[in-house]
């Protein structure tokens, strides 16, 4: 079965930076296009960044456009998004999707991001 794990999330200050990974198993994952989406708490889910299978194509929300970077590992099956001067409203529930015009999408679970003084 399609398994996607996330880790990196936590708290963090204003101004700081984080890395989240997701690592995924079940699928071949150079055939997907991953991305990450968000939802904070009163709001609906956002996309925030996605990157096509070889790293080629890379698409983020205006609200984190110059600050996020989104990238991938396909001999790890990993797709990370650095976040750098992070702001309180970027505090959300970061989730990874992977994405194929034939099969279904899949998301993991969501890591807690916290940006707080």
């Known amino acids: 079965q399609v398994q996607l794990v996330e880790s990196g999330g936590g708290l963090v200050q204003p101004g700081g930076s984080l890395r989240l990974s997701c690592v995924a198993s079940?699928?071949?994952?150079?055939?997907?296009?991953m991305g990450w989406y968000r939802q904070a708490p009163g709001k609906q889910r956002e996309l925030v960044a996605t990157i096509s299978s070889y790293g080629r194509m890379k698409n983020y929300g205006v609200a984190v456009k110059g600050r996020f970077t989104i990238s991938r590992d396909n001999a790890k099956s990993t797709v990370y998004l650095q976040m750098n001067s992070l702001k309180a409203e970027d505090t959300a529930v970061y989730y990874c999707?992977?994405?194929?015009?034939?099969?279904?999408?899949?998301w993991g679970q969501g890591t807690q991001v916290t940006v707080s003084s």
């Open positions: 079940g699928l071949n994952f150079s055939g997907y296009t």
């Open positions: 999707k992977s994405m194929h015009p034939l099969e279904a999408d899949y």
